[in-house]
């Protein structure tokens, strides 16, 4: 079965990598709008009988996700066979009920893709594994980690500090100090320096009293003299980490970095990025945001080759887990 790949244009730089990588190119699709605001789309080639990757992070505008619907429902109707790459999940923070009366709209968009068509889900760092379970067993949904990607990087920036003992991973709030996130950091870059024990982990612990605004308490660790190295999966408006890492440099860190998979970036949080005391702020292009352009600190570590490595492993039919590492 002949692989084809689209870009649906929330991505177009990262798309273009990702095919780069599989040293295919893009296939040829039309998507415009009516005047009331209607998405179309119209797929240039023929795919039937073709495996087709569409590549749309489903970030806001909403258009983008119901852009893929409507492409996952052109594919099926061309006879072809679907599967969604969405390097950013959008929706995915509400996957369960915290209040009464609410949705969980993390397994409606769920639904609503398998519902057009998709066959499967390629996905990076969604905001919680349980996510997983939210597509049914007719639609396979792999999920993959910016991990080995942010791996690499540290191995060659923070080989002074690790040898000397002086870095520490970190966890900005208590949800994110889990086996599948800072700890698993903590393990993995443990075992890329050889060492007989994991990287020390931190927490920063917060109370949040309403969305998008946060509280630090108090740390749990030791970030005295040390470089303290934040990850985690969504960087909205900042608030979080750049408070987690004001706490931390008053505790005594020496320096303040973090490691974050999707860069959503909402209101003025590049600004107040640049005017914290964080050293740097490694950040996935997942996402494409132009606000990131001309900031002092933010520094873009693309994932185009493992979403290319994982995409031609579901091709060919062979392990994806092999990419976690």
Known sequence: MELKVFSLGSNNPLAEKIAGELRNKLG?????????GETYVQFN???????????QPTN????NLFCLLAALDAVCRAGGKAISVIPYFGYARQDRKSAPREPITARLVMDLI???????????DLHANQEEGFASRRMKLDQIYARPVFLDLFRDIFKTAVENGHLVIGSPDASGAGPGRARAYAKHLGNRFNLDQD???IIVDKRREEHNQSDVMHILGDV?????VFVDDILDTGGTLIKAAEAVKKAGAVEVFAAITHGVLS???VRRIDDSVMTKVFITDSIYNRKIVGSKKIEIISVARIFAEAIRSIH????????FN
């Open 28 to 36: 040829s699709i039309t998507i415009s709008r009516f005047a009331d």
């Open 45 to 55: 080639e023929n795919l039937r009988e073709r495996r087709v990757f569409l590549i």
């Open 60 to 63: 806001q505008p909403d258009r």
């Open 114 to 124: 398998e519902t057009s068509g998709s066959s499967g889900i390629l996905a990076m």
């Open 199 to 201: 990287i020390p982990l």
């Open 224 to 228: 005295e003299g040390k470089t303290v």
């Open 267 to 269: 209101k003025n949080a």
């Open 316 to 323: 060919t039919g062979e392990s994806v887990s092999r990419l």
